[in-house]
């Protein structure tokens, strides 16, 4: 990675005719992704509205990048604001990212999830229903949507069976943009992504970044399951690439109304990622199995085959090479 606040591998750094001027409207753009996706669309030119309710972050990838972007605190659950962003901004792509999104605390706090995963996403489809300017509207969906499954991985007809709070919540919200795109053809498409990873994500109780905040302090990193736990792990620029790739060719490939997903398709357990990264920070694995997971799915990997059929999309990124760069970027930063 080229600079402290990270380069992208270089997605960005160039302005791109379709997206230059482009209005784009991002939900959660103070959060992982949406600082990674909003920064690579004012570098391409694009004029970024942003929404999220919570404040500017320190030490974001958006650090130095917020004076380009129009940003509004708000919360997606307020239809009234929702609706008067639409009619003042009038966005011609939107990518709605906002939500509850760590597992935990959706079941700690499952109304308050549902209000934000599900509400908020019908917000955003109801006021784009009459907005004859809107392209694409691109939304985050999950892996999780899906819930647990014999046969993996999981391809875009796997039926969505999520069963707890979070799993749920995406899988509902997956569901209503069916419907919006079924019933009033609004252009939108849902993305279906596995544990994303890298630079600036503050979310330590997510594991790559309080397993590589342990491993720096050389502490021990409690795993909540049995560690034998499978899951499917993709750097943060292959995702924004993606989301990119399936905006841009909603309406030329007329891809509105479906799901992709994307992942690098090697699932990875617990035990074995936790290791992988006290190697990469050179310190001893030191771990302490607490088996304590509940309501959650053991095992998960995504098939991406769609996505590189009709996106032509790839990841660049495999996990060693990505875990470096997210270890390089901790280290600086904490
Ligand atoms: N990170 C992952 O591994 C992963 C995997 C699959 C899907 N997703 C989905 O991708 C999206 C982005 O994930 P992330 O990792 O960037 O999450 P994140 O928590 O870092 O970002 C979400 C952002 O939404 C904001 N937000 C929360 N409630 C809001 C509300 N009511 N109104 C406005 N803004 C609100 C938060 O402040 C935060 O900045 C989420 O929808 C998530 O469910 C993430």
């Known amino acids: 990675m080229g600079s402290r606040k990270g380069s992208l591998g270089g997605l960005a750094e160039m302005k791109d005719s379709y997206w230059s001027d482009k209005r784009v409207f991002v939900t959660g753009y103070e959060g992982f992704l949406g600082s990674w996706l909003t920064k690579v669309l004012i570098e391409k030119g694009a004029r970024v509205?942003?929404?999220?309710?919570?404040?500017?972050?320190?030490?974001?990838?958006?650090?130095?990048?917020?004076?380009k972007i129009k940003g509004?605190?708000?919360?997606?659950?307020?239809?009234?604001?929702?609706?008067?962003?639409f009619e003042k901004y009038r966005p011609e792509i939107v990518f709605h990212l906002a939500a509850q999104s760590i597992v935990g605390l959706a079941k700690r706090y499952p109304l308050?999830?549902?209000?934000?995963?599900?509400?908020?996403?019908?917000?955003?489809?109801?006021?784009?229903?009459?907005?004859?300017c809107l392209e694409a509207m691109v939304?985050?969906?999950?892996?999780?949507?899906?819930?647990?499954?014999?046969?993996?991985?999981?391809?875009?007809?796997t039926p969505l069976k999520g069963e707890y709070p979070y799993d749920v919540s995406k899988a509902s919200a997956d569901l209503i943009c069916r419907a919006y795109?079924?019933?009033?053809?609004?252009?939108?498409?849902?993305?279906?992504?596995?544990?994303?990873?890298?630079p600036g994500d503050f979310h330590f109780s997510r594991i790559v970044?309080?397993?590589?905040?342990?491993?720096?302090?050389?502490?021990?990193?409690l795993i909540r399951s049995d560690g034998r736990f499978t899951r499917d792990y993709v750097f943060v620029s292959d995702i924004v690439s993606g989301y990119l790739l399936l905006a841009r060719l909603m309406k030329k490939k007329h891809l509105a109304g479906g799901a992709f997903n994307f992942s690098n398709g090697k699932p990875v357990s617990v035990l074995t990622l936790v290791k992988k990264i006290y190697r990469l920070c050179q310190q001893e694995p030191k771990y302490k199995?607490?088996?304590?997971?509940?309501?959650?799915i053991r095992h998960q990997y995504l098939e991406a085959a769609k996505a590189r059929r009709i996106?032509?999309?790839?990841?660049?990124?495999?996990?060693?090479?990505?875990?470096?760069?997210?270890?390089a970027w901790y280290r600086i930063h904490f």
Request: hydrophobic share 40%; glycine share 8%.
């Open 112 to 132: 308050k999830a549902l209000r934000v995963n599900v509400l908020g996403t019908a917000n955003l489809l109801e006021a784009a229903r009459n907005m004859d």
């Open 72 to 85: 509004i605190k708000g919360s997606v659950v307020s239809y009234r604001l929702i609706n008067r962003i």
């Open 181 to 198: 795109f079924k019933t009033f053809k609004v252009p939108v498409g849902v993305t279906r992504c596995g544990n994303i990873y890298g």
């Open 49 to 67: 509205i942003g929404l999220d309710n919570a404040r500017q972050r320190p030490l974001s990838i958006l650090e130095g990048w917020r004076r």
């Open 209 to 221: 970044p309080d397993a590589i905040r342990k491993a720096l302090a050389n502490e021990v990193f």
């Open 139 to 157: 939304v985050a969906s999950s892996d999780k949507a899906y819930g647990s499954h014999r046969r993996l991985p999981y391809r875009e007809t």
């Open 289 to 296: 199995i607490l088996n304590q997971a509940k309501s959650e």
């Open 311 to 327: 996106l032509s999309w790839r990841p660049e990124y495999g996990l060693t090479r990505g875990l470096k760069e997210t270890i």
